[in-house]
């Protein structure tokens, strides 16, 4: 289908749209609300769509004017510099509508679960992984998001063997989906005499917040472990067996939630936790077949896919999937994480419809 085709069947919808929402009694029915939701996406393309067209059609009329000899030399020739200016312009309209037109992920709008875990390194993994959570909650919070520690298992030193946090907000998966994968540092640790660099390495996964009418759990899939949490060292945190470990049978996905004295909250989160990862399986499946059929992407949510390098004696952070390099990370480690997601965004944008046209 052509970009004319593509515009002119949005256009079409959306007067048909327009037309159902103001049909007698549909504003007290349930459709109203799917019919409403549609209409406030196609709004904006049709709001390129009529800058394009209008362009399209001043740049026709400028054209008319260059070409017409009874015009005076003067006249003719401040047509012509805007001509040529929206000649630059047209295209530059074009590809925003392209943009618009891309298929929309479901997921973006979501709120999220980030787990961080600590990988290779021993205890300076540990730390790092801690800094990583921290960065993340930084941005949360930069953003006006709600970012809710969920469960955190902490090293004593300062460090994290691993920590979830539900974060929630406006557009925040569309914002973080790009970060699951392995983050690598390299640096001289404190324990480190010598003065030689390590290298050491995080992961971190970022899934969409699932509802339950995204992802039906069957209780009977489920094993459910109590136990009596315990903190660093094996030290008691309460005396009840209120820790719970959930075990989804089917995919052998398994949560563990302890950080509540409440059994009942601590239940709660692991099936937030659960549901989450369940709809990230669902996703991956998908995203999978998609992907044998794509040119190209911007990194493919994998865990084990290596995504970043944060080089503390350099002060600089390199994004290996779009060949991106930042001399800024003590402010990125701060939580100025937009520039670096920017790019990825822009360069997912660009490869969808690289493989579209």
Known sequence: MSLGENLQRVVSRYDELEDLMAA???????????????YAELTPIIEGIAELNSAKAEAANLADMVADPEIDSEMRELANEEFQALKER???????????????????????????????????????????????????????????????SETGIGGCKEAIASVVG???????????????????????????????AATVAVMPEAEEVDVHIDDKDLRIDVFRASGPGGQSVNTTDSAIRITHLPTSIVVSQQDEKSQHKNKAKAMRVLRARLYEHQRQQVDAKRAAARKSQVGSGDRSERIRTYNFPQG????HRINLTLYKLDRVMDGELDEAIDALISEDKASLLADIL
């Open 24 to 38: 007698p009694g549909v504003a007290s029915s349930g459709a109203f609300v799917d019919m409403s939701k549609e």
């Open 90 to 152: 047209i295209p530059q309209l074009e590809k925003a509508v392209q943009v618009l037109l891309l298929p929309k992920d479901e997921a973006d709008e979501k709120n999220a679960i980030l787990g961080v875990r600590a990988g290779t390194g021993g205890d300076e993994a540990a730390l790092f992984a801690a800094e990583l959570f921290r960065m993340y909650q930084r941005y949360s919070e930069s953003h006006g998001w709600k970012f809710e520690i969920m469960e955190i």
């Open 170 to 200: 406006r557009g925040v998966f569309a914002r973080l989906k790009f970060e699951s994968g392995v983050h690598r540092v390299q640096r001289i640790p404190a324990t480190e005499s010598g003065g030689r660099i390590h290298t050491s």
């Open 316 to 319: 600089r952070i390199t994004d």
